[in-house]
């Protein structure tokens, strides 16, 4: 099965800084790479996607590039904010063969100090 | 105008009891899952159904049923309860000609004493 393996697990960096979040995939069939923010006790929220016929998304500060060749993905969030402070999680699926069944990294906990 | 929401929001029971958790969504979609994540915080799923057919189905124990009465809806029974299965249970949605982008609830967290 599909297997995601995410870096870094834990991320500090100081406000207005960029963070860098990477994860690789191992089954060349997932289509669709959607990007999650945890806060703390919080659901998991969508905050940007990107499916394998597009190399890179970008809405505001946030932006997803993929490599198919190479299976990674990544997020970018440019201009951080304490806001932005959360366990972030990747995650991949075959999309419409699987129903949507989503494979998720390990999560990364992102500090961002004011 | 909830999207999706999941009863109760914590439940605290000991081992050997018999529980259940309650989703509900209100956005029409027509799959729905359950997914667990432990203390170190990793999402997995467990199951999912699809127009109330089950489609997906980890290697979880078989004391854990899900149940679909109708597409807006997915419970979980968890019969027999142990020590591991404390974590927060999370449900999810997601509709096929919106690529299955999935929509979590709030999650249950559960503690078994």
């Avoid at chain 2, 974590?87 to 299955?100: G, I, K, L, M, T």
Wanted: proline share 4%; aromatic share 10%; glycine share 6%.
């Amino acid at each position: 099965g599909e297997n995601v393996e995410q870096h870094p697990s834990t991320l500090s960096v100081q406000e207005g800084d960029s963070a860098v979040i990477k994860c690789t995939y191992s089954d060349s069939a997932s289509n669709y790479f959607p990007w999650y923010k945890q806060e703390l006790g919080k659901r998991p929220q969508l905050i940007i996607d990107i499916r394998s016929n597009v190399g890179e998304k970008k809405d505001q500060r946030i932006a997803v590039t993929l490599n198919k060749t190479a299976k990674h993905f990544s997020l970018h969030i440019t201009e951080t904010q304490p806001e932005d402070s959360a366990v972030y999680f990747c995650a991949a699926s075959l999309g419409g063969t699987s129903y949507g069944k989503l494979t998720f990294g390990q999560g990364t906990i992102l500090t961002v100090h004011p | 105008d909830t999207a999706v929401s999941q009863t109760p929001k914590y439940l605290v029971t000991q081992m050997g009891n018999d529980k259940s958790i309650k989703c509900e969504q209100n956005l029409g979609h027509d799959t729905m899952y359950w997914y667990k994540q432990d203390s170190k915080k990793f999402l997995k799923i467990m199951f999912s159904y699809n127009n109330k057919e089950l489609i997906i189905n980890e290697t979880v124990p078989n004391r854990f049923s899900p149940k679909s009465p109708d597409k807006a809806h997915l419970n979980l029974h968890i019969n027999s309860l142990e020590l591991g299965d404390s974590a927060v249970y999370f449900c999810a949605s997601s509709q096929e000609d919106r690529n299955y982008e999935q929509y979590f609830g709030p999650g249950t967290r559960l503690t078994v004493t």
